[in-house]
């Protein structure tokens, strides 16, 4: 008898260490503390590029320690046959590349996005929703005091903030994003991340994941204040593909969810409307169109180059180090287009993987759902940090895997170790 009671405790600590461990992760996936390594080539004409720097996140390590704690349900997931095909695919990407290394580790973060996804499909069904709004919501508050910081004292924080991943920058660091307004410069806030058009993309998936799930509606007041907080962080952005995306889709979600009511729609929609011209009604970079037209034109050339194959994963900027550009300071940036640089360094094969991966969310998302979907692609059409900034690369892995289970009623028992699980971080927290 005693060895049972033993037993079934030490499986609820290792229940409750998983989910402890799980919002910690949530907690942190908008910090960006990491190690960088800068190897021989991660230098373009001798100036050091973060995008061709390995680089170990502390948001790895706890990932990491999930897979050790989930081992048979990371190892179930992986026996897909499925995943023998893209190892194969990858192995030759990996193999074609410009540089090797750098595929390797693109194919490593691909790895991590998958794990991620099996990690999250397993915790949602367990995880209480109050759980995993507090998670997004505590780091939104944090992000929004940081960012309106940064904002009216135009430059970063630093102190501990530092440990969270804030950079160093001011108003008249080189290349900063910053805004006019009536010929007053004024500084656009970065929070953690390392753009606000990142900070916006990352917020406004979280803002939709937020509003379309049905099981935050349980705690309705905590799930506006929610979307409040993300909201504010869009719109201090003053990322402008951020906020239209925002509006727009906004829009979209009313008419497709012509049962609430129409009254608090209209009022939502003009006051969103309103807010929208106001934060696009500054102006930032006269240039960015050019610059960007420019990258694509570079794109359209390496893929024209790499048909087959591509560049191999990470390595866009290596074939595009060949071409001369108009914008010496912006050069050493991918194309600003998610599907132009995916296929820029996977070629053909990487447009199959594409078709794929749109029947699979054909056949398994929501009207709703697709609004998730046309976040991402409504700006990504324009920037390239979905794939190439590890904390909205990882986001998307995160909120896949919660779609399947945000229509599914949360079993009672569920609830009580959630609840638990509540406690015990809440007690940790205040000690």
Not at 378 to 397: A, C, K, P, R, S
Request: glycine share 6%; net charge positive.
């Amino acid at each position: 008898m005693k060895k049972h009671k033993s037993k079934a405790k030490i499986n609820i600590t290792a229940f409750n260490i998983k989910q402890i461990l799980f919002f910690i992760f949530l907690v942190l996936l908008p910090t960006q503390l990491g190690k960088h390594f800068f190897l021989s080539f991660s230098y373009l004409s001798g100036v050091r590029v973060d995008y061709l720097s390995p680089t170990l996140y502390l948001i790895d390590i706890v990932v990491l320690a999930l897979v050790v704690l989930n081992m048979k349900t990371v190892i179930e997931f992986f026996r897909k046959r499925i995943f023998f095909y893209l190892v194969i695919l990858l192995g030759f990407n990996i193999a074609l590349a410009k540089n090797p290394v750098l595929a390797l580790y693109g194919s490593a973060r691909i790895f991590e996005l998958l794990t991620v996804f099996a990690l999250g499909k397993s915790a949602a069904s367990r995880l209480s929703p109050l759980l995993i709004l507090w998670a997004f919501t505590l780091t939104g508050a944090v992000e929004l005091g940081l960012s309106v910081a940064q904002f009216v004292f135009k430059q970063s924080i630093q102190g501990p903030l530092y440990y969270l991943g804030e950079r160093l920058f001011s108003l008249g660091t080189p290349g900063i994003a910053k805004i006019a307004v009536n010929g007053l410069e004024l500084l656009r806030p970065y929070g953690t991340f390392s753009h606000p058009n990142s900070m916006a993309g990352f917020y406004l998936l979280v803002y939709f994941f937020v509003l379309i799930n049905k099981r935050f509606d349980r705690h309705v007041f905590f799930k506006y204040f929610s979307l409040l907080v993300f909201s504010c962080l869009i719109f201090i952005s003053f990322s402008k593909a951020a906020i239209l995306s925002f509006l727009l889709l906004n829009v979209i979600y009313v008419f497709l969810n012509r049962n609430l009511c129409r009254i608090c729609m209209v009022s939502r929609i003009i006051v969103l409307g309103v807010l929208s011209v106001i934060f696009l009604f500054p102006s930032g970079d006269p240039m960015t169109v050019a610059k960007r037209l420019e990258l694509m034109a570079n794109s359209l050339a390496v893929i024209a180059a790499n048909p087959l194959t591509g560049t191999g994963l990470k390595n866009y900027l290596i074939a595009q180090s060949q071409f001369v550009s108009h914008f010496p300071l912006f050069f050493n940036q991918p194309v600003h287009n998610i599907i132009l640089l995916f296929l820029s360094e996977t070629g053909l094969i990487g447009g199959f993987i594409l078709f794929r991966l749109g029947k699979f969310l054909k056949d398994n998302l929501s009207k709703n759902q697709w609004l998730l979907v046309a976040a991402v692609l409504m700006t990504g059409m324009v920037d390239h940090y979905w794939l190439t900034l590890t904390q909205n690369f990882i986001l998307m892995g995160v909120v896949l895997s919660f779609t399947d289970f945000q229509d599914h009623a949360l079993p009672e028992d569920s609830k009580l170790q959630s609840v638990s699980t509540v406690h015990q971080i809440r007690s940790a927290v205040l000690l």
